[in-house]
């Protein structure tokens, strides 16, 4: 019991260590042709589906942490860091509802299907050295969360202020941010399928190997 949770505690640290660098360093940013994905949210959702429920949701709450001392501190575009923290105007508690919840839920999201569907897989299946959809789809799951509920949570506490930030009208808004979700949303979600089946797979059997 002891090792088992030194081992959890290890592998919780290293993601954390992970988590803060994509979060605090460049390598966060992963530039794809005319596309830019970042990778904040992958962290998350490996602790999710690897360690369980409640260490994704306190991935995601460092996940939060982390996005809102950036933007706090040392914000990429101040102009719009109101909707990440409520210490610049007109941010005020939404800011901080749209910093930290999406990112918790991203945890709890993906651990919750994960563990669904590989029980249902494994009974169908009777072997997981196949299984490829929970993994998958857990980790698309997880990024959709994130991805949908930052802008939509943008769109309905801050829509005009953000419209006018962008120098946008308020009634384009909502076709700018279905082009966001359709683009660097789409391929953010994508990467956190593939990383969740690439990365998530083989710790879990290499785990399950160690007991």
Do not use: D
Request: proline share 6%; aromatic share 14%; charged share 10%.
């Amino acid at each position: 019991m002891r090792n088992k949770k030194v081992l959890l505690l290890t592998q919780f640290s290293i993601m954390l260590a992970i988590e803060a660098i994509v979060c605090f360093t460049p390598l966060g940013s992963l530039p794809i042709g005319p596309l830019v994905a970042t990778l904040s949210h992958i962290p998350v959702i490996i602790v999710a589906v690897t360690l369980g429920m409640g260490a994704g949701a306190l991935m995601g709450f460092f996940f939060g942490l982390f996005s809102f001392i950036v933007w706090t501190f040392m914000p990429p575009n101040a102009v719009l860091a109101f909707t990440f923290t409520p210490f610049y105007p007109p941010g005020n508690f939404y800011s901080l509802l749209i910093c930290f919840v999406p990112r918790i839920l991203i945890g709890v999201v993906s651990a919750a299907l994960f563990k669904a569907m590989h029980k249902a897989w494994f009974k169908k299946h009777e072997n997981t050295k196949k299984e490829f959809w929970p993994y998958f789809v857990s980790g698309l799951a997880g990024s959709i969360v994130n991805t949908i509920l930052v802008l939509m949570g943008i769109y309905v506490f801050f829509g005009p202020a953000y419209a006018e930030a962008n120098g946008l009208a308020y009634e384009a808004l909502l076709a700018a941010i279905g082009t966001v979700i359709a683009t660097n949303g789409a391929l953010e979600c994508l990467l956190g399928a593939i990383v969740s089946y690439a990365v998530c797979k083989p710790v879990r059997e290499s785990v399950l190997k160690l007991k």
